[in-house]
């Protein structure tokens, strides 16, 4: 089972910052935050990730609470093209660990 | 494109033949995965390499399906007797799995449907 709760949709007017929440209250101290994406019919798209501090890239800011059981995901100008369903995965650096992807949070970015 | 390429990119067949699919992950990447993905759900994992070595198949991965990658490249996977039920989008991912730099990309998908 997933380690993470997300809400299952969101809207978000274009333009603005779409912030996606995500809950992962059993994390352990070893284990990454992991954000990805997937558009239609695409590929899951990585986003981000993190362990501890807050994490910026060129897609997304990364926002971890100082307990580390929740996180943020912001996407600061949201666009059209950011309509997708976003996951938040926990994963430890264990060997051979897979990703256990949950429902997502269907973001939909609107006019 | 993350660098994974995935071939064919639809398969339509039907029930009882045999597919395979092939996965040609980023060069620098030794770990390799298999995830099924069906309407409405997220990825589900299957199987995963680390170079020629399968070290790890989930339940989901009947006797049906076997996965090999026999240089450590380029990986297959193939689905004997399909079944409807096998109906689903294939992906693949790669990732350098060190440290920090674990992040898996994920190629385009393979989507097989079975008639």
Not at chain 1, 13 to 42: D, K, M
């Amino acid at each position: 089972d997933a380690k993470t709760t997300q809400p299952p949709s969101m809207d978000c007017a274009e333009g603005r910052a779409a912030n996606l929440p995500c809950n992962h209250s059993t994390i352990s101290g070893n284990e990454y935050v992991y954000w990805y994406r997937q558009i239609h019919s695409q590929g899951p798209q990585y986003i981000i990730h993190g362990l501890k501090n807050n994490e910026t890239n060129e897609m997304a800011s990364l926002i971890i609470t100082e307990d580390r059981k929740s996180s943020t995901l912001i996407l600061p100008h949201a666009t059209l093209r950011d309509t997708a369903v976003y996951y938040c995965i926990v994963r430890g650096d264990n060997y051979g660990q897979n990703f256990v992807f949950g429902p997502g949070t269907r973001l939909s970015v609107l006019p | 494109d993350t660098g994974v390429s995935q071939d064919p990119r639809h398969k339509i067949t039907k029930r009882g033949q045999n597919v395979t699919f092939r996965c040609d992950p980023i060069s620098e990447h030794n770990r390799l995965y298999w995830y099924r993905q069906t309407l409405g759900q997220g990825p589900e994992f299957l199987t995963y390499f680390q170079n020629e070595a399968q070290l790890e198949k989930s339940r989901l991965l009947s006797d049906r399906f076997s996965a090999e990658r026999p240089k450590g490249s380029f990986s297959t996977l193939e689905i004997q007797r399909t079944e409807q039920g096998d109906s689903a989008m294939y992906l693949c991912a790669s990732s350098l799995g060190t440290g920090w730099r674990n992040e898996q990309f994920f190629g385009p998908g393979t989507r097989l449907t079975v008639l």
